[in-house]
């Protein structure tokens, strides 16, 4: 029994041994190394379609390009502008698919450094609903050639948004307006550090993707007033059903050649605002064509209190109450010192 | 300080406006650069006599800002083709981007419904990245001067099925490998890591690197996909959120950043600072994997930025024996 108990537990240490003695097996990777177009947009009336390509160009200039094309759909991941893909191949089809009316080429196969276009076309059914409606275009890589433990494939994303114009159902709800932190993801009252963003957050409550304008005035106590004339200058889109914030910079950095969406890359510079008070308005506009333009104004305070700021004001405040407490004090030795003379007479 | 704070907060000033309401814009043809008509509604709301109504067409709706002439809009040569509502208007003046309608000044009638000025002959813009706007005015005087009755402003855009060819479309750059160029101009042509021998003393770690870029406004996004390492039915588990590496334990996890424990990755490179791995992927000697995470994004234009990856995983003295393996998949996208 012991010589049978001393088999078993060498068999399972040499097995526990060889488990970790094992080299790494081979794995098929994949990659490749492309450029795509990352969005396309569309208007099409119900009934109509359009005919387009999509330019891949293989940026490898040693290895030829497979690619494999599928069409997915996608929503938001929370407050910004990122697509949550679904690639899973059974995930089910949003309301807001163009899944049953685009249609794309398979594969494509893409020589050394050169390009291709591959057609797709896109058709409205007569009598379909207005509203917006998108899906994306996957360009997934085929395996390399290789062995180890982890494999790589790179694959890339297309967005499509197709308008179908006509009335539609548009509800944008402002639910956020103020000074807002990029570094910390959030709003703030009072602001220790100068206010580089002014954010606000609407809810798309309707069935078309919303493109907000418009422009954001912020005023100080004493009445200087700053400006922000274009609160979406990327032309960002809030999906049906997003909350989205969007965070505009209140003075936009410079090198004096970029203008207009090309500065909003350049991110944001320091405004020359003043401590105190501040009461920013928003004033958005958003409605498709043949819409109603809608219009929604919002007010909202913040405070711009620096530490160097608050400090002096302690002071100022400290400095304040001594001197009042002094004359205080002068004061009631005046008025009691006399007394207490009289008394001890 | 409170008490003040309290009497700014309290003494907010209200706004007060009057503005034209049901405003809407009709675009017949949205197609960049083409000849169309526009059919402009609203409904006239101050009840008083109208003799002009002045629209300005700019970039910025808000009336009191500097206007912008849209890209390529031309309505000098527009005619008021058809009216509804309160009629009798004609043109007074135009240029590139201003029309004045007047008629007899005229007390309106009154009626809920919008009022539509049908406007043939106009050149749209060519800029589908931004939107436009008309500013609306209505004016006792005929000539399109003195105080305002109502204002607002509609908005349009043009869309288009086919990318202008004078413009320089957006595209985005992305290659994944062992090694690559800053500009995705070459890799190392290996698409694969050979961690070694699993070990509970130690960590195995291996890198990739890929590199991004993108001139599109709204940036772009990295999303991986995956499974941990898995040897038939047994698996690696991944780290869900970013957590140390701790030999002994199944662990697999990646970041996009230099670490020192163990030592292995890099920090992003390039020189645009707006491409950043996201918030649990980018602490040094923290690693994760979650399939579907974003690892890496930019807000906007971001036109190179190479990622280093690094892969750590541990195994327990448990670990059933096998030949652990997995696939990762890169995804580069636009963003909206």
């Not at chain 1, 041994?17 to 190394?33: H, I, Q």
């Not at chain 1, 709800?173 to 709003?187: E, M, N, R, V």
């Not at chain 2, 539509?116 to 589908?128: A, E, F, Q, V």
């Amino acid at each position: 029994m012991k010589r049978l108990r001393t088999i078993v537990v060498a068999m399972f240490a040499v097995l526990i041994a060889g488990a970790y003695a094992l080299p790494a097996g081979a794995v098929d990777g994949s990659s490749a190394a492309l450029s795509i177009v990352p969005k396309k947009n569309y208007s099409i009336k119900p009934g109509g379609s359009v005919k387009d390509k999509l330019i891949i160009r293989n940026l490898s200039t040693t290895q030829s390009l497979h690619l494999t094309l599928r069409v997915i759909d996608f929503t938001y991941y929370g407050e910004d502008g990122t697509p949550k893909l679904f690639l899973a191949k059974d995930a089910p089809q949003t309301t807001w698919s163009l899944k049953p009316f685009m249609t794309v080429g398979k594969s494509v196969d893409i020589g050394p450094g050169k390009s291709k276009s591959v057609p797709m076309r896109i058709a409205i059914p007569a009598g379909h609903g207005a509203g917006s409606y998108y899906s994306a275009i996957i360009y997934s890589g085929g395996p390399g050639q290789g062995s180890g433990q982890v494999g790589l494939s790179a694959s890339g994303v297309t967005l499509v948004f197709v308008t179908v114009p006509g009335k539609v159902k548009e509800d944008i709800q402002l639910k956020k307006l103020g000074a807002y932190d990029t570094g910390s993801g959030s709003y703030h009252f009072i602001m220790t550090q100068t206010p580089k963003n002014i954010g606000y957050t609407i809810q798309n409550k309707g069935n078309v993707v919303e493109s907000p304008v418009g422009s954001i005035t912020l005023k100080d106590m004493f009445g200087h007033t700053t400006t922000i004339d274009d609160v979406n200058p990327a032309s960002s889109l809030a999906l049906i059903g997003q909350t989205r914030t969007f965070t505009p910079c209140i003075k936009y950095k410079t090198d004096g050649k970029t203008q207009g969406s090309q500065m909003h890359a350049n991110g944001c510079d320091t405004a020359p605002l003043w401590p105190g008070l501040y009461h920013a308005t928003v004033d958005l506009f958003y409605g498709q064509n043949g819409n109603n333009t809608q219009e929604v104004v919002k007010n909202a305070v913040f405070w711009y209190l620096p530490w160097w700021f608050i400090i002096i004001m302690l002071i100022i405040i400290a400095v304040i109450a001594y001197y009042i407490w002094k004359f205080t004090r002068k004061v009631k030795g005046k008025v009691n010192g006399p007394k207490r003379l009289s008394r001890r007479r | 300080m409170a008490l003040l704070l309290m009497v700014f907060v309290i003494t907010m000033p209200a706004g007060a406006t009057t503005r034209l309401q049901d405003r809407g814009l009709f675009m017949y043809s949205s197609a960049p650069g083409a000849t169309t008509d526009y059919k402009v509604a609203f409904t006239y709301m101050t009840p008083e006599s109208i003799g002009s109504v002045d629209m300005l067409f700019c970039n910025n709706p808000i009336p009191y800002e500097p206007c912008v002439t849209p890209t390529g809009l031309d309505v000098s040569h527009a005619t008021l083709s058809d009216q509804t509502g309160e009629t009798g208007f004609s043109i007074l003046s135009q240029n590139t981007n201003h029309i004045i309608l007047t008629r007899p000044s005229t007390m309106i009638s009154g009626a809920t419904a919008p009022s539509t000025y049908t406007l043939s002959g106009i050149k749209n813009p060519t800029d589908t990245t931004q939107a436009f706007s008309i500013r609306l005015k209505t004016l006792d005087a005929e000539n399109g001067t003195g105080p305002q009755v109502d204002f607002g402003s509609v908005r349009g855009q043009v869309t288009t099925g086919i990318e202008l060819q004078t413009q320089v479309p957006p595209m985005l750059l992305f290659c994944a490998a062992q090694e690559v160029a800053d500009n995705c101009t070459s890799t190392s042509d290996t698409y694969y890591s050979d961690m070694g021998r699993l070990s509970p003393k130690s960590t195995l770690t291996a890198q990739s690197q890929m590199a991004v870029g993108t001139n599109a406004t709204g940036g772009f996004a990295i999303t991986v996909t995956g499974d941990s390492l898995t040897a038939g039915t047994s698996v690696i588990n991944p780290s869900a959120t970013p957590t140390a590496s701790q030999p002994g334990t199944n662990q697999f996890g990646i970041n996009l950043v230099e670490n020192t424990s163990p030592a292995v990755g890099e920090d992003p490179q390039g020189t645009w600072l707006n491409a950043l791995p996201t918030s649990g992927y980018g602490t040094p000697n923290k690693y994760k994997f979650v399939s579907g995470d974003v690892i890496a994004s930019s807000p906007n234009v971001s036109l190179m930025k190479k990622f280093t990856v690094s892969y750590i995983v541990n195994s327990a003295p448990s670990l059933r024996a096998g030949v652990y393996s997995t696939t990762i998949t890169y995804i580069a996208s636009g963003r909206f």
